[in-house]
């Protein structure tokens, strides 16, 4: 196995020695290897051996270029959250001011090729079980008027750091007549998309990766993964999204088109490749013209 020291280099909150030892004192166990699971940088997987010989593997988050100490510390609260409700989410197995360990659950972040119906209702459900928290707004838990909140596309054009589009500004002047629905105030994972699930099969095991959670409309969480799908499979797909949620929250969902849109705007102009851009303008084009 790589020696951790090979990986775990400086980074913000300490050289990786630093970090090794922390981690080791805190479990009670040695680190064997290491690996970064995003471009050379936190998280890091670790790969440990405890006191009896038994091996186990853990999740460490340290500051980054794209991981601030802040969404660590959403990231701790709202897995401190998700702990004392049940929900399907990592366990905190330690944490501090600026780094936090988290348990490593069994399946895979990869979905399939195809939409499965089974697996769209499977991911609407597990996040109507997040909604079923209700908590208050608090400074690691902040009030969340959009998705992925730490980013706010739809500003950057207005103010002109970023181009736009005739539907984009269309779409943006739509959605700011409108007053934001706030109730209900409920717990939100923030950043629903395939590659924040851990699945098996038609099967949802997890939601990771809370370092954007908080607390506002289950819309917040639905138009997003909706808009994700919608990007990843086709029309029908974000309709199965939300049938699984409301079989499971056993209501219906309100403000869909609202939600949907803002999911939608609070995107780069220019997505990943041209028919994801295409997608997503086919998604926001439906949200708006139900507004």
Same mark, same amino acid.
């Given at each position: 196995m790589t020696h951790?020291?090979? !990986?775990l280099t400086?980074v913000?909150?300490?050289t990786?020695n630093?970090?090794?030892a922390?981690?080791?004192?805190?479990l009670?166990?040695?680190?064997?290897? +290491?690996r970064?699971?995003?471009?050379?940088?936190?998280?890091?997987?670790l790969d440990l051996t405890?006191a009896d010989?038994?091996?186990?593997?853990a999740?460490?988050r340290? #500051?980054?270029?794209?991981?601030t100490?802040e969404?660590?510390?959403t990231n701790v609260?709202? &897995?401190?959250?998700?702990?004392?409700?049940?929900?399907?989410a990592p366990?905190l197995?330690?944490?501090d001011?600026h780094?936090s360990v988290?348990?490593?659950l $069994?399946?895979?972040?990869? !979905? #399939?090729?195809?939409p499965?119906?089974?697996?769209?209702?499977?991911?609407g459900?597990?996040?109507?079980r997040v909604?079923?928290?209700a908590?208050d $707004?608090r400074?690691?838990?902040p009030?969340?008027p959009?998705p992925?909140?730490v980013?706010?596309?739809?500003?950057?054009?207005r103010?002109?750091?970023? $181009?736009?589009t005739? &539907?984009l500004h &269309?779409?943006?002047?739509?959605?700011?007549?409108?007053t934001?629905?706030t109730e209900?105030?409920v717990f939100?994972h923030?950043d629903?998309?395939?590659?924040?699930t851990l699945i098996a099969?038609?099967?949802?095991?997890?939601?990771?990766?809370?370092?954007?959670?908080?607390?506002?409309?289950?819309g917040?969480d639905?138009g997003?993964?909706?808009k994700q799908?919608a990007i990843?499979?086709?029309?029908?797909a974000?309709?199965?999204v939300?049938?699984g !949620?409301?079989?499971?929250?056993?209501?219906r969902?309100?403000d869909i $088109?609202y939600?949907?849109a803002?999911? +939608?705007?609070n995107t780069?102009?220019e997505?990943?490749?041209?028919?994801?851009?295409?997608?997503?303008?086919?998604f926001?084009?439906a949200a708006?013209a139900?507004l």
């Amino acid at each position: 196995m790589t020696h951790p020291r090979t !990986w775990l280099t400086v980074v913000q909150c300490g050289t990786g020695n630093e970090l090794i030892a922390w981690v080791e004192a805190r479990l009670g166990a040695r680190v064997a290897a +290491a690996r970064s699971l995003h471009g050379g940088e936190s998280p890091w997987w670790l790969d440990l051996t405890a006191a009896d010989g038994s091996a186990f593997s853990a999740v460490l988050r340290t #500051p980054s270029s794209r991981i601030t100490p802040e969404q660590i510390a959403t990231n701790v609260a709202a &897995l401190t959250v998700a702990a004392a409700h049940g929900l399907p989410a990592p366990r905190l197995l330690a944490a501090d001011t600026h780094r936090s360990v988290e348990t490593v659950l $069994p399946g895979t972040s990869t !979905w #399939p090729d195809a939409p499965n119906v089974a697996l769209l209702r499977a991911a609407g459900a597990a996040i109507a079980r997040v909604h079923t928290v209700a908590i208050d $707004p608090r400074p690691q838990l902040p009030s969340r008027p959009r998705p992925i909140a730490v980013d706010d596309f739809a500003d950057d054009r207005r103010t002109g750091r970023m $181009p736009t589009t005739t &539907l984009l500004h &269309l779409a943006d002047e739509r959605v700011r007549a409108i007053t934001a629905p706030t109730e209900p105030a409920v717990f939100v994972h923030g950043d629903v998309w395939p590659g924040n699930t851990l699945i098996a099969g038609d099967r949802i095991r997890a939601l990771i990766d809370w370092k954007t959670a908080g607390v506002g409309n289950p819309g917040v969480d639905l138009g997003e993964l909706r808009k994700q799908v919608a990007i990843l499979y086709d029309d029908d797909a974000p309709g199965h999204v939300l049938a699984g !949620w409301e079989r499971a929250a056993g209501r219906r969902a309100g403000d869909i $088109p609202y939600w949907d849109a803002v999911a +939608a705007l609070n995107t780069p102009t220019e997505l990943y490749s041209p028919h994801a851009t295409r997608r997503r303008d086919t998604f926001l084009g439906a949200a708006i013209a139900r507004l």
